[in-house]
C-alpha cells in the first residue's frame, strides 16, 4: 500500500464508466445485442465462443449461426423456458471507456427488473423492431427508465435490415418515439438503425444505411457525456463513524451529491448542527477535494453528534426534513400495498419505521395517467403518501438520488416489498430547518396522552355543525382530550376580520382557517374546525397540509330545506330578500364532499347521536388511543 | 499502515473505472460492517480475495476492518497459499479464522478417490457452512465477481440465505440504487459480494495500480506438471498419484486462478511481473474458469452448487 494513488489510477482516468440498461422484448433482439457487443469488443473469449456454440446447437433460434442471446440467459431453468427472468450484467470495455450493462427481461415481471436495472443506470437503450414499429411496452418501458430519473435514451430501430434498410420506415418510427417521448423529461433521445444480428452500426456506421450520418452505437456510447450528481449540492449520507482511537473521529460515506473541501461549512441535517470539514481523509492520503461518486471519511472542526444514518449536507443548500411525504412507489410484492401495513423505509444509510397513508393514484403506464387507487399490486407504479416514525432529511429524487430514493421493507418477513422517489415533503415548511434540538409535535402530544387530529366540519348554514362540534368537544373534554374549537365566531371577529364573502376572501378565510388549525395540532391538541367551508379546493388544500391521518372531514349533511326551515340566525331570510348576497345555497355553491372520512344525516337525528357518531369513528379509527399505545417503535 | 501524507492529492477532474468500482466495493464492506450483527470475509487467498482484503483495509482506514477472516481449508490448497496466507494476516493484523471439515477429514475425503463433485460438496460447501453456523456469522463477504460465470451475472451483491445456506434464485431481493436490505432473522444470512461489478481485467490492473501482494504462484516460473485430461497439473507435493513412469515436466507456467492444487490447471506463460500479467490478460482468448475443473463436472454446475450452499 502507498501514499498516494498510483500513476495508473491517474492515467487510466480517461476510461470512464458507463453504466447502461437494455429494454425491449426478448423478440426485439435485445441480448442479441448484448451478445454483439460482448463479441465485437472481442470480450468473448474462445472457450465461452466454444461453449456458446454447443449451446447454440442444443437451445439456439439462430440456425447455425451464434444465438448470441444465451449469452445472457444465464439461469438453467431460463435456458429450458427460453425467457429471462431476471436482471443480468454484462462487462465489457473498450480503450476508452468500461460498460456495465443491465439485461433486463421483457415479459411480466418487467417492472420491477427495469426499475432495478434502470436505478443504477446513466443511459437506456430502448430496442424497436423496424418491421413492427412502437409497441406498447415501448410506451411502458420508456415510462419506467424517465420515472428513474434516466435522461439519456438511445432509440435503436433494430432488425433494420429485414425492411431493407428503409429510411422512410426509420424515420416514421424516430417520429412517432419524439411525439410519444415530449413529456418524459429526456436530455438526449439519439436514434439509430441498427442490425444487431448482422453488426449493422454497431462498431461503425453501415454502408447499408448510408442515409444515417450519426456514429455507431459503440462510438456514440463511448462519447455521451451522463455526469450529473456532481451538480447537486454536497451531500453524505453517514455510513459508519470511524473511531480508532480517542485522537481520531471521522465519518465515513459515499458522497451522493455535489463536492467538498476542507473549509466547506456542513450541516448534519437532523439536528441542525453546523461545523466544518477539517479534512477528508482516505487511506491514499487526505484529499483537497472530493466529488459525488467517492467513498471518504470526512473530519469535522467540532465535537458534534453525528451517527449512523445522519445525512451531512451544504449548510447553504441544506435537505428539507419532513415526516410525511409524497412520493412515487413501486410495488413489487406479491400482496398489494395495503396502507396502514408496518414497513421500514430505508433512504440513504437511515432506516425508519414507516406507513403507507393513502394511495393518491396509480399511474396508467400506458397512458402515463394517474387514475384513481385505493392500493397498488405487484409492479404497479403510483404515487403515495407516506408517513414515518421520525422526520428525515431528503432531497427530491428529481434533485438527487442519493437523498431521494428509497426502498420499502416488510417488517415480519424482511423481504423488500417496493422502491420510491420521493416527490416532495408533506405538511412541514420545506424550507424551515430545525434549529437544534426543538420539541416535537409527538413530544407535545404524548405529554397530553393524546393524538392531534384536525376535526373539520363541512356543511351549509344552519346544517347543525356547530352545534355538533361544541357537542363533540365536551365529550373529548370529558374524556380529559385537550381541544379546541375554531369556528365563524371566535375566528371571523378577530383573525379574519378583515375579510368578506366574495368567492376570493372564502378561500383566504379558509386558508387561514387551515393554517391555524396546523398550528393548534402541531401543538398537540384536538381541533374542531367548523366552517361551512364550501369549495372542494380548500378543503383539499387543509387536506394536504394535515396530511391524510391527521384530517378527517365530516359532512353535515343536512337538506337545505331542513336548514332553511331552521334559520335559527335568520340568514336565509335575509338572502331571499336579497339583503346578503353570495350566500352559500342561495346564490353560491356548495360543493359536496366527495369522500369524507364521515357523513352525518343531519336533519334525521339529534345532535346528540350525531355527536356520538363523531366519538365512536374516532374510537374506532385509533384517534382515542393514548400516544404512548400507539405501536410505532422499530 | 498507511501515513497521512502530508500535502492533500488535488481532486481528479473525473474519476476513472477503477476509482468508481473501488469507491462501490468500499461503500458495500462498509454497509454490512455497520449494519450486521456479526460479520466475516471468506478469505480464500486468491487474487480477488486479495483485492478484497485490499479494499477492506482502505475502506476502514485509519481504523481497521472490523471483522475476521474465514479461510475454508480443503487441506488440498497448494503450500504457497497457505504460506501466503498467514503471511497476510500477521502483516495487516487480521484476526484469522482456519476451519476444516474435520469430519470430512477422518474420513479421507480427497480429490483423486471422490471425484471432484462430492469433494468439493464436503470440503468446501460443507465446510463452509459449518463455520458459518459455528460462528453465528450473519453476514460473510465473498470475492465473487459476475463476470465469472452466468448463474453469477444474475446474482445480488447481497445474496440472501436461509436458515440452511440455501440460495433460491427466484427469492432474491430486489437491489435498487445503492440501498441494500441486509436485515436477516437468526439464523438466516447474507453473502456479499463486493467486487460483483468487478472484470478479471479490472482486478489485475487495480492489483498492478495498487501494488497489491499476491501468491507467486500468479507468476510465471519453472514448475513440475503433470498432464490430466488435457490440462496441467502441477505436482505440488507427494500426494498427488503419478501413473506407474510418469515423470512430472518442468515447464513455465502460472496460474489464472487458484483452487485446490489438483482441480486447478496451470497455463503455460513468460508472465513474471505484473505488467506481464496485465498485457497477456490483454489478449487472453480464454476465460480464467477454464482453469477451474469442478465447472465441467455438469451442465449449470456454478448454479446447482450454489443453491446447496456454495459460495
Known sequence: MRAAPSPDLVASDTKGLLRFLTCGSVDDGKSTLIGRLLYDTKLLLDDQVAALARDSKKFGTAGDDLDFALLVDGLAAEREQGITIDVAYRFFATERRKFIVADTPGHEQYTRNMATGASNSDLAILLVDARHGLLPQTRRHSFIVSLLGIRHVVLAVNKIDLVDFSQATFDAIVADYRAMAAGLGFETVHALPLSARHGDNVLAPSPRTPWYDGPGLLPYLEEIEVDRAESAPFRMPVQWVNRPNLDFRGFSGSIVGGRVQPGDRIVVARTGHV???????????????????????????????????????????????????????????????????????????????????????????????????????????????????????????????????????????????????????????????????????????????????????????????????????????????????????????????????????????????????????????????????????????????????????????????????????????????????????????????????????????????????????????????????????? | MVQLSPTPTPAPARLSHLQRLEAESIHILREVAAESANPVMLYSIGKDSAVMLHLAVKAFYPARPPFPLLHIDTGWKFRDMIAFRDRMAADLDFRLIVHTNSAGAARGINPFDHGSSLYTAIMKTEALKEALSLHGFDAAFGGARRDEEKSRAKERIFSFRSASHAWDPKTQRPELWNLYNTRVRPGESIRVFPLSNWTELDIWQYIQAERIPIVPLYYAAERPVVWRDGQMIMVDDARLPLSPGEVPELRKVRFRTLGCYPLTAAVDSDADTLEAIVAEMRVARTSERAGRLIDHDEAASMEKKKREGYF
Open chain 1, 275 to 634: 461545523s466544518r470539514v477539517k479534512s477528508i481523509v482516505t487511506a491514499d492520503g487526505e484529499l483537497a477535494e472530493a466529488g459525488a461518486g467517492q467513498a471518504v471519511t470526512l473530519t469535522l472542526e467540532d465535537e458534534i453528534d453525528v451517527s449512523r444514518g445522519d445525512l451531512l449536507a451544504a449548510a447553504d443548500a441544506r435537505p428539507e426534513l419532513a415526516d410525511q411525504f409524497a412520493a412515487h412507489v413501486i410495488w413489487m410484492h406479491e400482496d398489494p400495498l395495503a396502507p396502514g401495513r408496518p414497513l421500514l423505509l430505508k433512504i440513504g444509510t437511515r432506516t425508519v419505521g414507516a406507513s403507507i397513508n393513502a394511495v393518491r393514484n396509480r399511474i396508467d403506464i400506458d397512458s402515463f395517467a394517474p387514475q384513481p387507487a385505493r392500493s397498488l399490486a405487484l409492479n404497479e407504479v403510483g404515487e403515495v403518501h407516506i408517513g414515518l416514525r421520525d422526520a428525515v432529511p431528503f432531497d427530491p429524487y428529481a434533485s438527487c438520488q442519493g437523498t431521494g430514493a428509497f426502498i420499502l421493507i416488510d417488517r415480519h418477513t424482511n423481504q423488500t416489498v417496493g422502491a420510491g422517489m420521493v416527490r416532495a415533503g408533506l405538511r412541514r415548511a420545506t424550507n424551515i430547518h430545525w434549529q437544534d434540538l426543538k420539541v416535537s409535535k409527538t413530544a407535545r402530544a404524548a405529554l397530553n396522552h393524546q393524538k392531534p387530529v384536525v376535526l373539520w366540519f363541512t356543511g351549509l348554514s344552519g346544517a347543525g355543525k356547530s352545534t355538533i362540534a361544541t357537542l363533540v368537544e365536551k365529550k373529548l373534554h370529558a374524556a380529559s382530550r385537550h381541544t379546541y374549537v375554531l369556528d365563524g365566531d371566535n375566528v371571523r371577529h378577530g383573525l379574519n376580520k378583515d375579510l368578506g364573502f366574495t368567492d376570493a376572501d372564502r378561500v383566504e378565510n379558509i386558508r387561514r382557517v387551515a393554517e391555524v388549525a396546523k398550528l393548534f395540532a402541531d401543538a398537540g391538541l384536538i381541533v374542531i374546525v367548523s366552517f361551512i367551508s364550501p369549495f372542494r379546493t380548500e378543503r383539499g388544500f387543509a387536506r394536504d397540509l394535515l396530511g391524510p391521518r391527521e384530517f378527517v372531514e365530516i359532512y353535515v349533511d343536512t337538506p337545505i330545506e331542513v336548514a332553511e326551515a331552521r334559520d335559527a340566525k335568520g340568514l336565509y331570510r335575509k338572502a331571499r330578500e336579497g339583503l346578503i348576497k353570495n350566500f352559500t345555497g342561495i346564490d353560491s355553491a356548495y360543493e359536496p364532499p366527495l369522500a369524507p372520512e364521515l357523513r352525518l344525516s343531519g336533519g334525521t337525528r339529534s345532535a346528540e347521536d350525531l355527536a356520538d357518531e363523531v366519538i365512536a369513528y374516532l374510537g374506532e379509527n385509533g384517534y382515542l388511543e393514548r400516544a404512548e399505545d400507539l405501536d410505532w417503535t422499530i
